[in-house]
């Protein structure tokens, strides 16, 4: 079995904590960012923008796809930003097993939800850290108790 450098695998243990850390926030809160890409010239103006955000005990991924005029405030080409929807105790059927992959009624376009629970994003980032801790321990050569051979 390959073993990877020590500082490489510290470095992704650390990446995987934070990344827990943000995960574990989205059972009381609502955060994610939204990439947009708009082409606006043309005779079809045409607009794309997928969300993904995790959000009352779940991941979840809009995809938003849109034709027609142009909604104000958004720029030409590629954009980015962040959002978040405030504090919410997170809703007990969505946090263990609810699934979502459907579209959803939109004016002037299409959109389409995909949805999981949020233990299935934290699970595969619990791996690196629970090796970490593993690897610390080290065994003792203290085992048991000593025993005294006592000449005769």
């Given at each position: 079995?390959?073993?990877?450098?020590?500082?490489l695998f510290n470095i992704?243990?650390?990446?995987?904590?934070?990344?827990?850390?943000?995960?574990?926030?989205?059972?009381?809160?609502?955060?994610?960012?939204?990439?947009?890409?708009?082409?606006?010239?043309?005779v079809h103006p045409h607009?794309?923008?997928?969300?993904?955000?995790?959000?009352?005990?779940?991941?979840?991924?809009?995809?938003?796809d849109f034709s027609g005029?142009?909604?104000?405030?958004?720029?030409?080409?590629?954009?980015?930003?962040?959002?978040?929807?405030?504090?919410?105790?997170?809703?007990?059927?969505?946090?263990?097993?609810?699934?979502?992959?459907?579209?959803?009624?939109?004016?002037?376009?299409?959109?389409?939800?995909?949805?999981?629970?949020?233990?299935?994003?934290?699970?595969?980032?619990?791996?690196?850290?629970?090796?970490?801790?593993?690897?610390?321990?080290?065994?003792?050569?203290?085992?048991?108790?000593?025993?005294?051979?006592?000449?005769?």
């Amino acid at each position: 079995m390959p073993v990877m450098p020590k500082r490489l695998f510290n470095i992704v243990a650390l990446i995987s904590l934070l990344i827990l850390a943000v995960l574990l926030c989205g059972y009381f809160s609502e955060f994610g960012p939204v990439i947009r890409y708009s082409a606006l010239g043309g005779v079809h103006p045409h607009s794309v923008a997928v969300e993904p955000g995790v959000q009352a005990g779940r991941v979840a991924i809009y995809v938003l796809d849109f034709s027609g005029s142009p909604v104000r405030g958004y720029p030409a080409g590629l954009s980015f930003q962040g959002w978040h929807g405030g504090l919410r105790l997170p809703e007990l059927h969505r946090c263990f097993w609810e699934f979502d992959c459907h579209t959803l009624g939109a004016r002037n376009g299409s959109l389409f939800l995909f949805a999981f629970p949020l233990w299935c994003a934290i699970a595969p980032f619990l791996v690196a850290p629970l090796l970490w801790l593993r690897r610390r321990r080290r065994p003792s050569d203290d085992r048991g108790f000593a025993v005294v051979v006592t000449p005769a």
